[in-house]
């Protein structure tokens, strides 16, 4: 698995690396395909990262150095993109990583650690790379004893005192699954590349061999199944699917089968995978930021249809409440959203009385962006309402846009037309963030058509200054 941590960290440094431009055209492409089905391969593997990448970057997320970064590798696919506090079963936190080091250096084995990041450091230095991962297994297994010591040893006090230092309230649950993932480092890597790199559809062929690489794997040890499917899901293009190895274990799609199995543990990843994913959705719709909300609906609507779809849950099972209770919280988030866009765009669009325009000044760009990135969210919302309980909401919006457009850019272009030179540049913005807007709502067609009444209204303003 360290090859996969090492491939995954020179992803993200090539998406940090790129300029704003360069990564927004990067999203639009990668969105756009993702929606259409027409995606290169990894596709959501790599919007993941932008979108996480964009929100390191507003929180200036903490680097580790070399020899944390090699301790760690072998954790990689087990790290989850979300507040500790969250339940994610044989997932760690991504954010704990730096205090799990500083935990480790500080308290838990200071000396060893000094020991060995000098180690490193040294062998690094002199290019030796292979040196440098022995001495970080070494270091792994220390600290791998030293857990198991601490934890056997630990009272209410310890716990608390954990607690405190990495600032979770599920510090406990954390320290032992890094332990349980270092200790069955080998194992679990054998696992990863047996597997195929990247799964598009666990199904058919491909899931016999995956549900045999797995049963291979837990067959001395049935305990490894948790971070064995943890392992699968890290493959998995839709993370949802893992579920199709419970219903294949169970030999059927009910729950009561399900739940008889051990397999069952994956329908409980699958469902907390789902969750974090809606919680995703939430913050990026309020950033305001635009990063791929889009591809990012799709996959929690694709989630929710899939599980509901290929397990029957029953309304009443733990499960079936469970979906329930998602599915009510994506609705509310959306709703809370879209709602708005009538608004917004009225607002924007709004004629001015010449006394609230500066001379020579323009709409703010980074607002209509952000509106036009809204309304094609609200229109691909539309796709999904059905089964995200948002069709009532989705139309009567998008008939609402539809109105304050039609009529709004008649005012916009007789604005345009008659306005003096000092406000004709903001008078062309307001007119210019209206084709943005139609290209979303009406099409490009109808956009086309107002623009080109656009340059006509303007070059009768030009005309008519110029006769002055």
């Known amino acids: 698995m360290a090859g996969d941590a090492d491939a995954a960290e020179k992803l993200r440094n090539y998406l940090r690396a790129l300029k704003p431009g360069a990564r927004a055209l990067l999203i639009a492409e990668l969105e756009r395909g993702v929606l259409h089905g027409t995606s290169p391969e990894g596709a959501e593997l790599v919007l993941s990262e932008l979108r996480r990448s964009l929100r390191d970057g507003a929180t200036s997320a903490a680097r580790v150095d070399d020899a944390a970064r090699l301790f760690f590798a072998p954790i990689e696919p087990f790290l989850v993109d979300d507040a500790p506090e969250h339940n994610h079963r044989g997932r760690i936190s991504r954010s704990l990583v730096e205090p799990l080091w500083v935990w480790i250096g500080n308290t838990l084995l200071p000396d060893d650690t000094r020991e060995y990041s000098t180690q490193v450091e040294q062998a690094l230095t002199r290019g030796e790379t292979d040196q440098a991962e022995m001495n970080a297994r070494t270091f792994q297994d220390r600290v791998v004893s030293r857990i198991a010591g601490m934890l056997e040893g630990s009272d209410d006090k310890e716990r608390r005192r954990l607690t405190v230092q990495l600032g979770t309230s599920r510090a406990l649950e954390d320290v032992q699954a890094l332990r349980r993932i270092l200790s069955e480092r080998d194992a679990l890597s054998m696992l990863a590349t047996q ?11 491909v899931l016999e061999n995956v549900k045999m690489k797995v049963d291979a794997t837990i067959a001395s040890k049935p305990d490894r199944l948790l971070y064995s499917l943890i392992v699968v899901l890290s493959k998995l293009a839709a993370p949802w699917q893992l579920i199709r190895l419970a219903v294949k274990a169970a030999g059927g799609d009910t729950a009561k089968k399900i739940v008889e199995t051990p ?108 509106t036009e990135a809204l309304i094609g969210f609200v229109t691909v919302c539309r796709n999904y309402a059905s089964e995200l309980a948002i069709n009532e909401v989705t139309q009567r919006v998008l008939k609402s846009m539809q109105q304050a457009l039609d009529t709004g850019t008649r005012t916009l272009l007789d604005g345009l037309r008659g306005c003096p030179p000092a406000e004709r540049a903001f008078r062309q913005s307001q007119v210019d963030a209206a084709v943005r807007f139609c290209a979303k709502i009406f099409g490009q067609e109808y956009a086309a058509l107002l623009a080109k009444a656009a340059e006509v209204a303007r070059h009768d303003n030009e005309r008519k200054a110029a006769k002055a």
Do not use: N
Not at 270 to 290: C, F, M, Q, T
């Open 263 to 370: 397999y069952s543990v994956a329908v409980h990843i699958a469902l907390e995978e789902v969750d974090r994913r809606v919680r995703e959705l939430a913050v990026d719709l309020k950033s305001g930021r635009g990063i791929a909300v889009s591809a990012l609906l799709k996959e929690v609507h694709d989630s929710l249809r899939g599980l509901r779809s290929e397990i029957d849950m029953g309304a009443e099972s733990p499960w079936g409440k469970q979906l329930v209770a998602v599915r009510a919280e994506v609705s509310k988030i959306l709703t809370a959203e879209i709602e708005l866009m009538p608004g917004r765009v009225r607002r924007l669009i709004r004629p001015r009385a010449s006394k609230e325009i500066a001379p020579g000044t323009m709409m703010d760009a980074g607002d209509v962006a952000e």
């Open 195 to 205: 597997l195929p790199g990247h799964v598009t559809a666990l199904t058919g062929p």
